[in-house]
């Protein structure tokens, strides 16, 4: 299996912020990859990086088997790049903007593009300055999903978009996959990375703390159990990674780091189970156990 | 009276935004005209001076081209009254108009305008804030105007005459500006739209005053009303009074478009654009060009029209000087009436160079509001190299002003060589006069380039810092008396001027060249290795 993005050890400094801090990100080829981060992570900074934009302060970053900064020109034919801010020039229209941008990269699909504004349900005749913030985003997605390249990276690209358009769009991630297209999505919505991406790598401060398919971080995360078991529980309290138990009668509930569970189930079913639910653990919740050791970080 | 709250934090804000360029418009317009009563003495000591110079220009029509009608330039007064009267309205004019889109129709259009119309201001409160703040400053400029006048000596009801009739002007043109503010949704375009009526206006007033079977046509022009107000010689104070009433009239209209349309929206609707791009916005020149083109044909015509008016105005020259002693000495040190003639021509063409410049470095400056707006990125994230895309702009930047030059110098020659006689020759003259300008002009665009490549954040401040210096050393280093090494810090300084009797060498163009060679290329390769954003 070939890496269409390699990063490690990126360092990037603006005065005396460190917008990166010994970033690691590999992206496998054909592969979609959630890239996922608080506010200010340095996730626009290391796609600006890639895309050449910025200039690394050390650290190295292959990207289509090319350097980024060196080889700028020639890999930017064989991507298309969403931004999270999209800034259309206020006097062309959405359907210029398509065709320019995709003309610039190098070629544009006619029906592809036909296809896209009417699923996207866009008016092309629009001025730049007329849309609202969700359908300038679709004239950027358009352009880059119109496009023939071999990777796409989309920063932050529903943000503004629909419900109805949100779906649309994870169809078309869904189809560029399948053509063999390698995707690296920065995101938000954390329902979206779960459904679309096959890994993730969460970024925190400049650097990566998490990385890897949706299962394994899993295994990384607490499974929450809640039985109606038929006596009273024993030693569940007791028991390594049991988190926060409740006891009410012959209820129990409570947490158990996943890695744990095969045990804490064991000492239910001697109590005998009567029912048993048990959650497993979002991205969400992941998610949250990072912003918090953050917070706790910088308390 | 809903309608105008908080119109006074918006004035304020305004008044905040405007700091620095306030003052510094309100104290040229004010202090230059009373300040040259004593250039009048020295100029034209004697009666007899002054009657001669009445007799020439007062009946030159060349010359009330660019300066309206003389009336009386036997006083130093009346003098002014004529060489300032027509500018100083059309600077007021200007200056207003700016100032009042900048503070209704671009506030509007950046969106600003919606996050404080969100909070308790009135529907009409930024057209009332930007219009209270541009008629007072029009009233400061006419009040501080006729008192520096009194202060040097002249009469104090002429004085008044022409103060508040500039003012006057500069009301009717805020009235002017209320409204085009309120047609399109673009700043660019309100500013066009005010700087269109302003440059009819002073066709109107150039034809009208140049033109004696038909003087009525001035007064359709607020430009022409302080010198029909004749200062000093008659004093029609009530020509304010019409002022004043056009602008309440103008301005009842602006008024009454404000709440026939949405805040962001204009009068008239964005038009759709085309569904696919033309075959011509496929390149990073393409963009360009599209982006330039706009502003580059506006100068072009600005360009084309100036020339001819300056150009047609060449011949009454030497009426226009009088024959003091002092002027006859100047002249004869220049070569005779031809001589006179020809150094006119060659400031005016340095004009259109400095103008030239200008333009440059407008055209520069767009490499960094493309960036700062991060539509730089969404090009240079494709196939577009960073010096493909810098190339595009500086394009328009180092061979716009050519294109410029060009249209100035033959539109110079055309209209005086069609007064003069002799077309073929005028016109090979002045091209090639106009053209020498270019390398000095490139070393402008060169030096933008570079503060662009080194330095992104100073780009604006540095660009116009350069050229301001070099038109500042150009037009009032010889008049202050600077050293010529100061002098030469300008590049026009060493422009060669293509004069009878002085003999023409290529050797400092050579070098201003190189000079922009090398500054664009180090700007360039900066730009290789920068950041972006």
């Excluded at chain 1, 995360?221 to 109606?228: C, D, K």
């Excluded at chain 2, 810092?465 to 010889?478: F, H, Q, R």
């Amino acid at each position: 299996m070939t890496t269409a993005i390699s990063v490690s050890g990126l360092v990037k400094t603006f005065g005396r912020t460190r917008a990166l801090d010994g970033l690691d990100l590999t992206v496998r080829t054909g592969e979609v990859h959630g890239f996922l981060g608080p506010n200010g992570a340095g996730k626009s900074t290391t796609i600006r990086v890639l895309l050449g934009l910025l200039r690394a302060d050390s650290g190295t970053a292959t990207l289509l088997g090319g350097d980024p900064w060196r080889d700028a020109t020639d890999l930017h034919r064989r991507l298309a790049y969403v931004p999270g801010d999209v800034s259309l020039w206020p006097n062309l229209s959405g359907g210029e903007v398509i065709d320019l941008i995709g003309r610039l990269r190098g070629g544009l699909d006619q029906t592809r593009r036909a296809d896209l504004l009417e699923r996207f349900d866009l008016d092309p005749r629009k001025k730049g300055r007329t849309y609202s913030k969700g359908n300038r985003q679709k004239v950027a997605l358009v352009a880059a999903l119109a496009s023939d390249v071999e990777l796409l990276i989309l920063d932050e690209p529903t943000s503004g978009l629909d419900p109805l358009m949100e779906s649309v769009f994870q169809d078309c991630v869904r189809e560029e996959r399948d053509r063999g297209r390698t995707i690296l999505l920065s995101s938000h919505i954390l329902a979206e990375v779960e459904t679309l991406c096959d890994r993730v790598s969460i970024i925190r401060a400049g650097r990566t703390v998490e990385t890897g398919t949706l299962a394994d971080l899993r295994h990384l995360t607490r499974t929450s159990i809640s039985a109606e078991l038929a006596g009273p529980p024993n030693g569940i309290k007791d028991l390594t990674g049991v988190h926060d138990v409740v006891v009410e009668g012959n209820r129990v509930r409570f947490d158990v780091d996943t890695r744990e569970l095969d045990a804490a189930l064991r000492a239910l079913s001697q109590s005998g189970v009567r029912s048993l639910t048990s959650q497993p653990p979002t991205l969400e919740e992941l998610f949250l156990r990072h912003y918090q050791d953050e917070q706790a970080v910088t308390r | 009276m809903t309608g105008v709250v908080g119109t006074w934090q918006l004035a304020r804000l305004a008044r905040r935004r405007d700091r620095v360029m306030l003052p510094i418009w309100i104290v040229l317009l004010s202090v230059i005209p009373g300040s040259t009563a004593k250039t009048y003495e020295s100029l034209y000591p004697t009666v007899a001076a002054r009657a001669s110079l009445n007799a020439g220009t007062g009946s030159n029509p060349s010359v009330a081209v660019l300066y309206g009608p003389a009336y009386d330039l036997t006083t130093p007064g009346g003098w002014i009254a004529w060489r300032y009267g027509a500018l100083e309205a059309l600077f007021i004019a200007l200056f207003v108009v700016f100032t009042v889109t900048r503070h209704t129709r671009a506030e509007e259009d950046s969106g600003r305008l919606e996050l404080l119309g969100s909070t308790v201001v009135g529907r009409y409160a930024s057209l009332t804030a930007s219009v209270v703040v541009a008629a007072a400053s029009s009233f400061v400029i006419g009040l501080v105007m006729a008192l520096v006048m009194v202060g040097a000596g002249l009469p104090v009801a002429g004085s008044f005459t022409l103060g508040l009739t500039v003012a006057g002007t500069g009301l009717v043109f805020t009235a002017i500006a209320g409204v085009t503010a309120q047609l399109t949704e673009y700043s660019r375009s309100a500013n066009g739209f005010g700087t269109a009526i302003l440059g009819v206006a002073f066709l109107l007033r150039a034809f009208g005053d140049s033109t004696p079977s038909a003087n009525w046509v001035s007064w359709l022009s607020p430009l022409a009303w302080p010198q029909a107000s004749k200062p000093f010689v008659a004093d029609r104070l009530w020509v304010f009074a019409l002022e004043v009433g056009v602008a309440v009239a103008v301005g009842a209209i602006a008024y009454r478009l404000v709440p026939r349309r949405d805040i962001g929206a204009g009068m008239f609707a964005t038009k759709l654009g085309p569904p696919t791009a033309p075959r011509s916005l496929s390149s990073a020149f393409g963009i360009a060009w599209r982006l330039q083109r706009g502003s580059l044909v506006g100068w072009a015509v600005g360009f084309v029209v100036m020339g001819v008016l300056f150009g047609s105005m060449a011949n009454g020259v030497s009426g226009l000087v009088g024959d003091s002693d002092q002027v006859k000495q100047m002249l004869e040190r220049m070569g005779g009436a031809n001589g006179l003639i020809d150094a006119y021509l060659a400031a005016i063409v340095g004009l259109f160079g400095m103008l030239g410049g200008v333009y440059a470095v407008q055209a520069a400056l767009r490499m960094r509001s493309e960036e700062t707006a991060s539509h730089a990125e969404s090009v240079l994230a494709t196939g577009v190299s960073r010096v493909r895309w810098a190339a595009s702009h500086l394009v328009f930047a180092l061979l716009g002003p050519a294109v410029l030059l060009a249209a100035a110098g033959l539109a110079t020659g055309l209209g005086h060589g069609l007064r003069a006689g002799d077309l073929g020759h005028h016109l090979t003259h002045t091209l090639g006069a106009a053209m020498v300008q270019l390398p000095a002009v490139w070393v402008i665009a060169g030096l933008a380039a570079l503060v662009y490549g080194l330095w992104p954040p100073l780009t604006v401040a540095g660009s116009w810092t350069v050229a301001g210096i070099t038109v500042l050393l150009s037009l009032y280093g010889p008049v202050i008396g600077l050293t010529q090494a100061v002098l030469d810090v300008s590049p026009f300084t060493h422009v060669p001027k293509l004069q009878a009797g002085t003999v023409f060498t290529a050797t400092p163009l050579i070098w201003l060249t190189a000079i922009a060679v090398v500054a664009t290329a180090a700007g360039l390769v900066s730009f290789r290795r920068r950041d972006i954003g």
